[in-house]
């Protein structure tokens, strides 16, 4: 006997939430701001949207399945079961930082903030969510596949992000290590750098699109469903041991990116999800490139 669906509901903490958190109590976070030219009211509103959308979607699901919350900050010790809708309640960023964890699960963005939200990810009011469940479990119904790029180092360490893989110093020192394409004899061209980003389609509205601006590069930038990615090296210094020749590119299918790592330390993080990073040391190496996995998303 299967079992019924979970709707699993993400959310994070809203500005208000954190400012109680640090200060204590309204009246203490509305004299913090206050004094430094600024109301908490517009605040207080938008948590009130969040918490108005919660309770909506919460509505919205069938009296027959189960549910389930959990906060940003918990994201990396939930367990996801392949029966679960998971519906993303706030802005288009959560949805990337959920999509790491996800193995085909249907996905419904919820825009808790429509205007303030770019809504490239949370596309749906609060008020669609009934149907978008109902659609989510159904066969044939309307779904985009989202590219998603990988990480996978040598001792079998995986990550993957919906936006973008940035390798680099976790202490913004020069990263240094030796970059080539998989698969080739040489052993790469030695590198100190601010780092490697490599991003999707979807990452071309973000960090990826502002790194491709600052270059002038003429590849063009790939759709979101599109099986291709962008690298870029940032800021590569030349010198007498190290190389510039290698600092952009593009990766299709089954083609990577090869590093080795030649630092005492290098972190690997997706969509700035710093706290649950790769830790690389000195001769690990690691392979960016296409993933298997995609973010399937409620249309």
Not at 73 to 82: I, Q, S, Y
Not at 277 to 290: F, K, M, N
């Amino acid at each position: 006997m299967s079992l019924a669906p979970r709707a699993v509901l993400v959310h994070r903490r809203t500005e208000y939430e954190e400012l109680l958190a640090r200060h204590g109590t309204h009246g203490q976070a509305a004299f913090f701001l206050s004094s430094r030219g600024r109301s908490i009211d517009e605040v207080l509103r938008r948590h009130e949207r969040t918490r108005h959308a919660l309770r909506e979607v919460t509505a919205a699901v069938p009296l027959t399945w189960r549910t389930s919350r959990v906060e940003r900050t918990d994201l990396d010790r939930f367990l996801f079961a392949p029966e679960d809708v998971v519906v993303v309640v706030g802005q288009d960023g959560l949805v990337a930082n959920t999509a790491k964890y996800l193995d085909g699960q249907p996905v419904v963005g919820i825009d808790t903030d429509p205007g303030r939200n770019p809504g490239v990810l949370v596309r749906h009011r609060c008020t669609d969510a009934a149907a978008l469940l109902r659609a989510a479990t159904t066969a044939g119904s309307g779904r985009e596949e989202l590219t998603m790029v990988e990480a996978v180092a040598d001792d079998t360490q995986r990550l993957l992000a919906l936006n973008e893989i940035y390798l680099g110093s976790p202490a913004h020192q020069t990263a240094r290590y030796r970059l080539g394409s998989d698969g080739d004899e040489d052993p790469g061209e030695a590198q100190a750098s601010s780092g490697v980003l490599v991003g999707t389609g979807t990452g071309a509205t973000g960090w990826l699109r502002s790194l491709w601006l600052e270059r002038g590069s003429p590849a063009e930038l790939p759709a979101p469903c599109e099986r291709r990615l962008l690298w870029f090296v940032r800021e590569a210094w030349p010198s007498p041991t190290s190389g510039t020749t290698r600092v952009a590119g593009e990766l299709g299918r089954g083609q990577g990116l090869q590093l080795t790592v030649e630092s005492d330390r290098l972190v690997v993080f997706g969509d700035g999800m710093e706290g649950d990073a790769l830790e690389l040391t000195w001769g690990q190496s690691v392979r960016l490139g296409i993933a298997g996995t995609s973010l399937h998303l409620v249309t």
